[in-house]
T-cell receptor, first 113, second 117 residues
Framework: AQSVTQLGSHVSVSEGALVLLRCNYSSSVPPYLFWYVQYPNQGLQLLLK??????LVKGINGFEAEFKKSETSFHLTKPSAHMSDAAEYFC???????????FGSGTKLNVKP | GAVVSQHPSWVICKSGTSVKIECRSL??????MFWYRQFPKQSLMLMAT?????????EQGVEKDKFLINHASLTLSTLTVTSAHPEDSSFYIC?????????????FGQGTRLTVV
């Protein structure tokens, strides 16, 4: 079975500071992993994905994530937060055939000026 | 990436009426479509999976007679919330995937916010 745990429902950082959003997964088979961003009253926008290629994945808007099999983690980072990064972020796991995405509970990122 | 469009983006309806939400894949053939529901301040939960030309497969706890899903063509799936009640108010998101296989990704629509009054 697949599941995703996001530590911290709310994360607050100052503008210019490092952003670190944590995601741990559980999967009975090699997973595909995703990070999505959701702005208020909008759908999901794909930030980045891991599909068994390079373990360090670079995405849009300066975000990146590293797949660590030994730690079953896929944490999302950005070196310097921008006010426009304030949103809710979801980590998700899927099987290789992209049937069923299992989402974490989400982390709301607040960026302080 | 491919584009999936949902319509409407938001809808308000009276209790007891039915509401239809459309999900279209604009530039690819979606053999499989998924419908998710997001309660306020919660994550997305899969409601059902539909394959073109087949009956939808519903997740445990989802009422198939209340949430009617039709996937009649390779570019369109619809979710009809029948006899809607205030507790059905939620954010509904669809995703669509092309023919199965490695590299065939699922893409998400922008969501529909349903408010039942």
């Amino acid at each position: 079975a697949q599941s995703v745990t996001q530590l911290g429902s709310h994360v607050s950082v100052s503008e210019g500071a490092l952003v670190l959003l944590r995601c741990n997964y559980s999967s009975s088979v090699p997973p595909y992993l995703f990070w999505y961003v959701q702005y208020p009253n909008q759908g999901l926008q794909l930030l980045l994905k891991y599909t068994s290629a390079a373990t360090l994945v670079k995405g849009i808007n300066g975000f990146e994530a590293e797949f660590k099999k030994s730690e079953t983690s896929f944490h999302l980072t950005k070196p310097s937060a921008h006010m426009s990064d304030a949103a809710e972020y979801f980590c998700a796991v899927s099987l290789y055939n992209f049937n069923k995405f299992y989402f974490g509970s989400g982390t709301k990122l607040n960026v302080k000026p | 990436g491919a584009v999936v469009s949902q319509h409407p983006s938001w809808v308000i309806c009276k209790s007891g009426t039915s509401v239809k939400i459309e999900c279209r894949s604009l530039d690819f053939q979606a053999t499989t479509m998924f419908w998710y529901r997001q309660f306020p301040k919660q994550s997305l939960m899969l409601m059902a999976t539909s394959n073109e030309g087949s009956k939808a497969t519903y997740e445990q706890g989802v009422e198939k007679d209340k949430f009617l899903i039709n996937h009649a063509s390779l570019t369109l799936s619809t979710l009809t919330v029948t006899s809607a009640h205030p507790e059905d108010s939620s954010f509904y998101i669809c995703s669509a995937r092309g023919r199965a296989g490695v590299g065939t990704e699922a893409f998400f629509g922008q969501g529909t916010r349903l408010t039942v009054v």
